[in-house]
């Protein structure tokens, strides 16, 4: 009885709760205009209500104006009760300052897929001297 009660609620809770690999991939250009060395580290995270998941993440230092990424990562799912991947990259970096300086892309929501996905690119160009992303 306790078993058969254990499982309907389990069922309730979880129904409609899937748990595979979704490939995500996220590439662009990094600008920065400066006259000395500049680094970058791009994380890539799925913003949850409790604890945020890391999906990627890259740190590069360059001498050049622009850079490109490419990175790759994966997620299984979303949590309970939430049918959408909540995108965000969030973006350190040393470009327009002596400091460091941080800041977050606009969330990308992707609707969660009923199987294994390999989802198409995201392409983010980030001007790191406007400190925002373009």
């Known amino acids: 009885m306790r078993l058969s009660i254990f499982l309907l609620f389990s069922s ?7 748990c595979y690999e979704n490939k995500f991939r996220f590439s662009g250009t990094v600008y920065c205009k ?7 580290r791009i994380r890539v995270i799925e913003v949850d209500t409790l604890i945020d ?4 993440s ?5 001498d050049e104006t622009t850079k490109t990424y490419d990175i790759a990562g994966t997620d299984e799912n ?19 300052r002596n400091t460091d300086t941080v800041f977050k892309t606009p969330i990308k929501r992707i609707p969660l897929p009923k199987q294994p996905t390999e989802h198409a690119t995201i392409r983010q160009h980030l001007n790191l001297n406007m400190n925002s992303s373009q």
């Open 78 to 96: 979303d949590g309970i009760l939430d049918r959408n991947f909540e995108i965000q990259m969030i973006v350190t970096h040393n470009c327009s």
């Open 12 to 18: 309730l809770i979880f129904g409609g709760y899937y």
């Open 53 to 56: 998941d890391s999906i990627a």
């Open 34 to 40: 400066s006259e000395h060395r500049w680094c970058v």
């Open 58 to 62: 890259t740190d590069f230092c360059s």
